[in-house]
């Protein structure tokens, strides 16, 4: 194969106009720059930019960081032998807070654990941070016990055994930080790894689109950092108000990075792991045109059968499998994945004097006054932040010939999904009141569980969140669970539309986090069986981790 030179990357900028200089003005040098009014226009969620502003290109001058099978991100195969994740502040220019694993000759940080569904792993967490952690498996079907829901931590120098029998179907799953308080900041420094669960409907997708790991299905991980501080994190009021956001997007922990492909199908298994921030994906070719994409997967697995995608949102927590096709693309072209402006909608509302004020675990005095707070206008104004809804520029991808025919893209991908069927609706409101994010009305507390679910349940949750707010990224521990419906969302989800009841193509396949905007109504159905003895502790909470942090988590007792 003969790599041609890279073209210059203003090839993929379109034609200038005032608007989008107007934008790239901002993305660069943010804030300092940001007119008044328009940071009012933006703080009350009104429209945003439009989808046709883009910043300058920025120069891909990085490969990016594929994983193989050791270094960063490496594929660990687990289940045959423990694994011990260390976790340690990271060295030189990686993560500054990471897991180290070794095995064999090989080391690995945040190493990508594989294991096969029915398998049992044996996984220990060695704390050598200077921090009390734990680990908690994002995904995993999984009793209260191994959860490492951080109601118990490891302190600096202990150790903390898991047992995991793995139940999941095939799906990328992930484990993360989860000291309640301290789960944001250790997230932000690069303490996460993938979990990849592989079936026999797994063999058979990666058979039949000559698919291999590494070369070409490639995990994506999206989060952010701040460019003059990478590692460190100092959050502002603003930040934990409305969540940390980076000024530089990074891809499997590069920054700016490109890929050479050949002109055939990947597969990308894209993980966003920032803090707050909302990405909007969509893959443009230098022409300007969109190249539509077929989604396999949700968080939870494959869907059944593949859905054509133009674009597609995903939040902190959620994966997406995803296939695109570079077949028929020019040798010599670039293809841009990139994070498209959308109007985040963040407001919180105005606070009014305590007037008879409802205790904690009232009914909160929500009114929609509209008024943006000071934090607010605050987070507009920092330098080191792009905020949520700004396009980025997140991987370019470098086009190469290609031999050989491709094989079809199977019509089934995995065996039906029935939804379950639920007997009891419960109604979830998020909502925000005397300075606090809250799930109907209540902040996390350890020694309470205002979510009492019964044995063998299914339930249904109405998950509402108000106008007046932002979007919330809502998880489930140990549950994977389906959106039922979607009401009253927001205008620019109406052309993600793909299926009744107003789902997205990201709502057709098992979910553990689902986006939640200001307005809508999300109904998901749970079935809550599960092999465990006695009674289960788990977690609802928003995975904006300033959000839980902040005490937007409830505890769930699973009889
Ligand atoms: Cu990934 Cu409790 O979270
Ligand atoms: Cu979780
Ligand atoms: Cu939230």
């Known amino acids: 194969m003969t790599i041609p030179p890279p073209r210059d990357d203003a090839a993929i900028a379109p034609r200038a106009t005032r ?8 993305a660069g040098t943010l804030g300092a720059w940001l007119p008044q009014p328009l940071t009012a226009l933006r703080m009350l969620g009104t429209r945003g930019p439009s989808d046709d502003l883009c910043v300058t290109p920025a120069r891909f001058d990085t490969p990016l960081h594929v994983p193989g099978r050791d270094g960063l991100m490496g594929r660990l195969p687990a289940g045959n032998d423990p694994v011990v994740l260390r976790a340690t502040a990271g060295t030189g220019t990686g993560p500054a807070l990471a897991f180290g694993a070794n095995s064999g000759n090989s080391a690995y940080v945040n190493p990508m654990l594989v294991a096969r569904r029915g ?4 996984i220990t967490l060695a704390n050598e941070s200077a921090e009390p952690t734990i680990a908690h498996w994002h995904g995993l079907a999984i009793d209260t016990a191994n959860d490492g829901n951080g ?30 308080g301290a789960t944001a900041s250790q997230a932000a420094r690069g303490l996460f790894g993938l979990f990849a669960v592989e079936d026999d ?11 291999v790991p590494g070369e070409t299905e490639i995990p994506l991980v999206l989060h952010d950092r701040k460019r003059a ?15 940390w956001y980076g000024d530089e997007p990074l891809v499997n922990f590069t920054a700016r990075p490109f890929l050479d492909v050949t002109a055939r199908r990947y597969r990308l298994r894209v993980l966003n792991a920032a803090n707050a921030r909302n990405f909007r994906l969509a893959f443009r070719r230098d022409d300007g045109a969109t190249l539509p994409f077929q989604l396999l997967g949700t968080d939870g697995g494959l869907l059944e059968r593949p859905q054509q995608c133009t674009e597609v949102f995903v939040s902190p927590a959620e994966r997406l499998d995803v296939l695109v096709d570079f077949a028929g693309i020019a040798p010599g072209s670039l293809v841009l994945l990139e994070s498209r402006a959308f109007d985040p909608m963040h407001a919180v509302p105005a606070q ?10 009232e009914a909160h005095a929500m009114r929609p006054t509209m008024e943006p707070t000071a934090a607010a206008a605050e987070s507009m104004g920092a330098a080191d932040t792009v905020p949520d809804g700004m396009p980025l520029q997140l991987l370019q991808f470098r086009i190469h010939a290609a031999e050989g025919k491709a094989p079809p893209l199977p019509a089934r991908l995995s065996a039906p999904l029935p939804l379950p069927v639920a007997m009891d609706e419960r109604p979830l409101r998020l909502g925000f009141a005397k300075g606090r994010w809250r799930i109907n009305d209540r902040v996390y507390d350890v020694t309470a569980t205002p979510i009492v679910v019964a044995r063998n349940a299914v339930e249904t949750w109405l998950i509402r969140n108000y106008h007046t707010s932002m979007p919330h990224a809502m998880h489930l521990h140990g549950f ?3 959106v039922l419906e979607r009401e009253t969302s927001p205008g620019e989800l109406a052309p993600l539309v793909a299926a009744d009841r107003g789902r997205l193509a990201t709502d057709l396949g098992w979910k553990d986090t689902v986006l939640v905007w200001p307005g809508e109504s999300v109904k998901i159905a749970i079935d809550f069986r599960h092999p465990f003895p006695g009674e289960q502790i788990y977690l609802f909470h928003c995975h904006n981790l300033e959000h839980e942090d902040g005490g937007m988590m409830l505890r769930v007792k699973v009889g």
Do not use: C, K, M
């Open 151 to 180: 109601e118990r931590l490891v302190a600096p120098g202990a150790a903390f055994d898991y047992t995991i029998a793995v139940r999941n179907r095939a799906g990328l799953y992930w484990y993360h930080p989860h000291p309640h």
């Open 352 to 361: 009014r004097p305590a007037t008879g004020a409802a205790a904690d675990g």
């Open 119 to 122: 398998t049992v792993l044996r």
């Open 229 to 243: 501080a990478p590692g460190r994190y100092a959050p502002s009021s603003s930040d934990r108000l409305f969540g």
């Open 201 to 211: 409907e797994e063999d058979a997708l990666r058979a039949a689109l000559a698919l």
């Open 480 to 482: 994977q669970f389906r």
């Open 19 to 26: 608007r989008r200089v107007l934008s790239s003005l901002v």
